[in-house]
């Protein structure tokens, strides 16, 4: 009985036990990119006349702190991008699997629920008419090829994108992550910034490279201009440590609503990009994947995020985790 009552005893201080404080991370606005700061327009201005930008970064400057994002027309026009296309064809017929590659939301029958993960050699040991359809099926994509493709590393590496990006952060910045699509998304409407744990907030910014001319029927990337300056979802206001990593489902569903409640605010534009055209966005846009009306249409591209190393905390949050 003794034994029994020190066992009750332990549970019930286990149950009665603070949850543990969390860390209070400053939200000051003078943290943020100088292309975020309210005296932006003029600080372009002066950086230029001190020949701290050029002409042509000036520009981009201005139409990145008015729209939240700027397109690289022809940016990407060796042949990488052509070999890369191979490269993921490829990858479905290969002889040998890429030890530690991934695809994921692969599709393996009409109807099934897409499997959120299968690595390389799981999909090679299907028979190849099985692997044939798959391909043809659902979302799948693919993150982290440039840790497999050399091609795929020189892209990432590109020197002229990443000094863009780093002018338009005002820092030293660097690309951390690749997703390789096939098909369009038709992802609903989201701000990157709150899937990542950057501080200070605004340091991080995607680039979709289009891998093929894109059509208005394969579900191109939507953006909406100026929706950069929605602030942080109220109740993610300890923001790196709460955002959608961290949230709760209903948390969750509440910001969604919010989400679409602000895009109506604003009118959306489709990315028909033309093959090694570029999109920078700012991590607070809102942007998505528009509906495919042709699904014989693929939708190939590269995204790529970059953010300065340092600012990365992903390591500093607490969990639980949704994923």
């Not at 701290?52 to 026009?77: P, S």
């Not at 093959?275 to 249409?297: C, F, T, Y």
């Amino acid at each position: 009985m003794a034994v029994l009552s020190k066992i009750k005893s332990f549970i019930k201080k286990e149950q009665k036990a603070p949850e543990p404080k969390l860390r209070q991370w400053p939200s000051d606005p003078k943290l943020l990119p100088w292309t975020d700061q309210a005296n932006a327009e003029q600080e372009v201005e002066r950086r230029l006349t001190a020949s701290q930008l050029t002409a042509t970064e000036a520009e981009l400057a201005r139409k990145w702190i008015k729209d939240g994002y700027v397109v690289l027309k022809g940016h990407y026009k060796g042949p990488d991008i052509d070999r890369l296309n191979t490269e993921i064809d490829g990858l479905w017929t290969a002889e040998k699997p890429h030890e530690g590659l991934n695809f994921h939301d692969v599709i393996l029958e009409d109807g099934a629920p897409a499997k959120l993960v299968m690595p390389h050699k799981e999909l090679l040991a299907l028979p190849s008419d099985e692997r044939e359809k798959a391909c043809l099926r659902g979302k799948w994509r693919i993150h982290g090829f440039h840790f497999h493709s050399p091609t795929a590393m020189n892209i990432f590496k590109d020197e002229a994108l990443r000094k863009t990006v780093s002018m338009l952060l005002g820092t030293e910045t660097q690309p951390q992550y690749t997703i390789n699509f096939h098909w369009g998304s038709q992802h609903g409407l989201h701000q990157d910034l709150m899937v990542f744990h950057v501080h200070p907030a605004n340091y991080l910014i995607g680039a979709w490279i289009a891998l093929e001319d894109i059509s208005p029927d394969s579900g191109p990337l939507v953006y909406a201009p100026g929706s950069h300056r929605v602030p942080i979802y109220h109740e993610y206001d300890n923001y790196p440590q709460t955002n959608l990593r961290t949230s709760d489902q209903e948390r969750r569903k509440r910001y969604e609503a919010h989400l679409a409640e602000e895009g109506k605010k604003f009118e959306r534009h489709q990315f028909i990009a033309k093959k090694g055209d570029v999109l920078l966005w700012h991590a607070m846009i809102l942007h998505g994947g528009d509906e495919i009306r042709n699904r014989a249409l693929t939708r190939r591209s590269m995204v790529i995020h970059y953010m300065p190393p340092e600012m990365d905390k992903s390591k500093e949050v607490v969990g639980p985790f949704m994923w």
